[in-house]
């Protein structure tokens, strides 16, 4: 089961850290895929990050400000996210990729999302 958390309420320009953790799964052997799902908009692919740790952008808004590891200390995969802009508001998911070990795009295994809403 994937779990995601991290969000919150942030200032257009600010930073957030999203973490994906898993119980029952070894991350380290999965592709895991970052979603998120803003109000009223269709969901979509954000950031991937493969079984050898190659990184897949998907989301061209975010080029440049958000990026994905993992934290092998604490066996997640995090998304970084920098400059916020209010665009970013949605409630954001991790996903072990259904190619498992590659990234695709599409998730199968899905965790519940974290809200991050970016206002003044």
């Known amino acids: 089961q994937l779990q995601a958390s991290g969000g919150g309420l942030v200032q257009p320009g600010g930073s957030l850290r999203l973490s994906c953790a898993a119980s029952g799964l070894t991350l380290d052997f999965y592709a895991i895929d970052w979603f998120r799902q803003a109000p009223g908009k269709e969901r979509e692919a954000v950031l991937c990050?493969?079984?050898?740790?190659?990184?897949?952008l998907y989301a061209d808004s975010v080029k440049g400000r958000f990026s994905i590891s993992r934290d092998n200390s604490r066996r997640t995969v995090d998304l970084q996210m920098n400059s916020l802009k209010p665009e970013d508001t949605a409630i954001y998911y991790c996903a072990v990729d259904r190619d498992v070990g590659y990234c695709s795009g599409y998730g199968k295994y899905w965790g519940q999302g974290t809200l991050v809403t970016v206002s003044s």
């Open positions: 990050i493969d079984k050898s740790d190659r990184r897949t």
